[in-house]
């Protein structure tokens, strides 16, 4: 069965270095979508993505993040200078369709700011 | 707008008992309802859905959710709990600001006793 990957599984970085976050999403899915959950907090939008180009995003998304889709597989979400309140697990999810359909999700990428 | 509350951050229940998760949301249009499931270092998988067929919505393993528009809910069921039912569950409401963006619920985590 088909699924979304995320590489690392977990990242370990210090405050002010950039990270790229990387996921593989299911091939004929259109929409792209990055989440964040702070640890003990719901998951929070941050951007979806269709047809090489961001649709929405969320307040949460600045000028410190940005997605690319590199190639015809990876979706990245880069943070250019990590803070601190960046620390949180970061999913990636297609859907097939719009977001208004299912949303498949990745395991996720645990980030950790020190 | 939307939003949605997951009125009860754990749920204990022994195995075999019924399970309820309660949902409450609210919207300026008619929205589209989802439960996922995230069990420990996996990523979210979708229970059920409603977008706006059906009122009585069945998904996988069992779990069933009812729309209720008059009383803004969308619960979820199952007859009988399994030890592999213990996990978190995020109530999630899209569609309903104007917006596809989802919105999740803070989740509720399920405790099954043997």
């Known amino acids: 069965e088909p699924e979304v990957t995320q590489t690392p599984s977990h990242q370990v970085t210090q405050m002010g270095q950039e990270v790229i976050l990387r996921c593989v999403p299911i091939s004929n899915h259109l929409y792209f979508y990055w989440y964040r959950q702070i640890l003990g907090q719901k998951v929070e939008f941050l951007v979806s993505?269709?047809?090489?180009?961001?649709?929405?995003k969320s307040e949460i998304f600045d000028d410190q993040f940005s997605v690319e889709r590199p190639d015809g597989s990876n979706f990245t979400l880069k943070i250019r200078s990590t803070k601190l309140e960046d620390s949180a697990m970061y999913f990636c999810?297609?859907?097939?369709?719009?977001?208004?359909?299912?949303?498949?999700f990745g395991p996720g990428t645990r980030l950790t700011v020190l | 707008a939307q939003s949605v509350t997951q009125l009860d951050s754990h749920v204990s229940v022994s195995e075999g008992t019924p399970v309820l998760l309660r949902c409450n949301y609210s919207s300026s249009y008619s929205p589209s309802l989802f439960w996922y499931v995230q069990h420990p270092n996996k990523g979210l998988q979708l229970l059920l859905k409603?977008?706006?067929?059906?009122?009585l919505v069945k998904g996988i393993n069992g779990f069933e959710a009812e729309f209720k528009k008059s009383e803004t809910s969308f619960h979820l069921t199952k007859p009988s709990a399994h030890m592999s039912d213990a996990a978190e569950y995020f109530c999630v409401v899209s569609g309903g600001g104007g917006s596809y963006i989802p919105t999740f619920g803070r989740g509720t985590s399920l405790i099954v006793h043997p």
């Open positions: 993505f269709y047809n090489n180009e961001i649709s929405e």
């Open positions: 409603y977008t706006s067929a059906a009122t």
């Open positions: 999810a297609s859907s097939e369709f719009t977001p208004v359909h299912e949303q498949f």
